[in-house]
């Protein structure tokens, strides 16, 4: 079965998309979340956790050195954020004693890391508002033009992808007469009972055999 890049890429880019809604479900109190219970959605995690790096490490350069206060869960949203650029509004308001800028030393430190994931510094945004500001973020993505990636590690493959289409394309099949004729055979060969095949093929082999060795 022959896929297209399109295609392919829609599928990538849903199941990264699955990946980081179920991650960031995994953040919320147990009791927040129905989808833990659920050893399908922790098996796919598994599978697919090998993107946490790339997402925290993309986090981290757009965050820099001015962090938030709030919980780690900000983290997997700030990454959304990223990924659909400036135009995406989250319609979600903090005050703003709830950011503060430090240090790298300070941010690195084990007690502001104590700190940031403390049940205490979270805000009173619900579960289901994160939810719906992220499948808003999804109905506005795909109002975007079709092709464009979102990561380096898209491109990429996208790139391959691409280039190996056009190989394909561009490829010729050249068959000589010996391929013809044996090519001609085939329909016949359909119509030989599938008891008498083998036997039908031995003296096919059995002749050119007899005569490869006339040389």
Known sequence: MVISVTELQKKWVSLRERYVRLKKISKLPSGSAALKTKAANQEFIQRMDFLRDVIIDRSRKTIGNCVSSLPVINVIEQ????????????????????????????????????????????????????????????????????????????????????????????????????QHFLMSLVSFMKDIPAEEKLQCRMKIMNAILEHTKKR
């Open 79 to 178: 990454q959304i954020t990223e990924d659909y650029s400036e135009e995406i509004d989250f319609d979600i308001t903090h005050s703003p004693s709830e950011f503060r800028c430090v240090s790298q030393e300070e941010a690195n430190s084990e007690e502001f890391l104590i700190e940031t994931e403390s049940p205490q510094a979270s805000t009173s945004i619900a579960p289901d508002e994160h939810f719906q500001t992220y499948k808003n973020v999804q109905k506005r993505n795909r109002t975007k033009t079709e092709g464009s990636t979102s990561s380096a590690t898209d491109e990429a493959i996208l790139s391959y992808l691409s280039e190996k289409q056009k190989r394909d394309k561009n490829k010729v099949i050249t068959m000589d007469e010996d």
